[in-house]
């Protein structure tokens, strides 16, 4: 596995064992918006949307951020110190972006894990830490 769709239709299919169609943004909607508000709110939704182009979607990100970081330095090459603060605090937002990808991958892993909205009766062996 080497690029992101490939992690998206992995996950998806795992999602699939556990009786839950991630592709289907209806019910995807109809679980987050059943979701209690409470400190748990935004870690216990389904953040990632899996008809995307997860491998477009980063490309872009990280195109954007090395724009802008080539900006900063082009700016700060010819001392012009408000552009460069300005393409600087730019790439800082694409950089976040680019960490938000990741972080709603991982927490979509970690409902998938403990399983909390299966509607099947798939289990994780149980892992003996010894």
């Keep these: 596995m080497n690029d992101l769709n490939s992690v998206r239709d992995s996950l998806r299919e795992l999602g699939l064992k556990q009786g839950i169609d991630l592709g289907d943004e209806k019910a995807i ?14 870690d216990s939704r389904w953040l990632c949307c899996y008809l995307e182009d997860w491998n477009e ?8 951020f090395f724009k802008n970081m080539s900006d900063y330095q082009d700016a700060m090459d010819k001392e ?3 552009s460069a603060t300005s393409s600087f605090h730019a790439a800082l937002s694409c950089a976040g972006d680019v960490s938000n990808i990741f ?20 289990q994780w062996p149980q892992f003996n830490n010894e």
């Design 57 to 64: 979607e980063l490309e872009e990100r990280l195109h954007y």
């Design 103 to 122: 972080g709603y991958i991982k927490n979509d892993m970690v409902k998938l894990l403990h399983g909390e909205d299966k509607t099947t009766d798939f």
């Design 29 to 42: 909607a109809k679980f987050n918006d059943e979701v209690p508000f409470d400190s748990r709110w935004f």
């Design 80 to 82: 012009d110190i408000k």
